[in-house]
């Protein structure tokens, strides 16, 4: 199983990374927020484990925006202080379970593997439109039999725009999801992906499945097949 650990103590997320390893977990770190955020975005986890306090992009913030961009991998918030409040508000932005710090690593480790039998069976399901079909949990992507190779990049964007299926989507929407949250260059950088994206699944089927609604964004929808 396949395991993000955001945490800036860099000692615990070290103790947390070997540890998990040596009970057969496939462990990445995130020592801050944005990185934490990207990293989730980017690869594919069974399971996060979360800090709440973290320099750049607190965990309930990460929780929030990896729940609406359809994220569903399981998230275990651990909360600083031993607090109701804390614990309530980890479950409000979509966190599955929660543990309090200091906590024993024994229970951490019991309760990751129960959040995965939990979770596991709400992986992506395959998204479709017409002959295109996106497959967010084995990353890849085909028109009819077609094999489509997308970058990280493009997969997430019409991963993206999959999920939001018939919505027009603006280009700041897919910047705040796609990009991490700190990227603050050119917007247009969107178009270039999205034009990247068309070329790869629309252009050498004759097709316009991803369609640009001018001054509004994209949408996807299904063009034939
Ligand atoms: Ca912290």
Redesign the pocket.
């Given at each position: 199983m396949r395991v993000l650990v955001v945490?800036?103590?860099r000692r615990l997320a070290v103790a947390l990374q070997r540890g998990l390893q040596s009970e057969g977990f496939s462990v990445d770190v995130a020592h801050d927020g944005p990185q934490g955020l990207w990293m989730a975005t980017e690869h594919d986890y069974d399971l996060i484990v979360l800090?709440?306090?973290?320099p750049g992009l607190n965990g309930y913030r990460i929780c929030a925006k990896l729940r609406a961009a359809g994220n569903e991998s399981g998230i275990l918030m651990l909360t600083?202080k031993d607090g109701e409040y804390d614990e309530a508000e980890a479950l409000d932005t979509g966190a599955d379970d929660f543990l309090s710090k200091p906590f024993s690593y024994l229970v951490l480790v019991a309760r990751l593997r129960a959040l995965g039998r939990r979770t596991g069976g709400r992986r992506p399901q395959v998204l479709r439109f017409g002959d295109l079909l996106i497959d967010p949990a084995r990353r890849t992507c085909s028109r009819g039999a077609t094999e489509i190779r997308l970058t990280a990049r493009e997969f997430a964007i019409l991963e993206y725009l999959g999920r939001r299926s018939g919505e027009v989507v603006s280009k700041r929407d897919i910047l705040e999801q796609v990009w991490d949250a700190a990227f603050d260059g050119d917007p247009n950088v969107v178009e270039v992906h999205v034009s990247a994206v068309r070329r790869k699944v629309d252009a050498p089927f004759g097709r316009a499945a991803l369609e640009t609604v001018r001054g509004a964004g994209y949408r996807l929808a299904a063009d034939g097949g």
């Open positions: 945490e800036d103590e800090d709440i306090m973290l600083a």
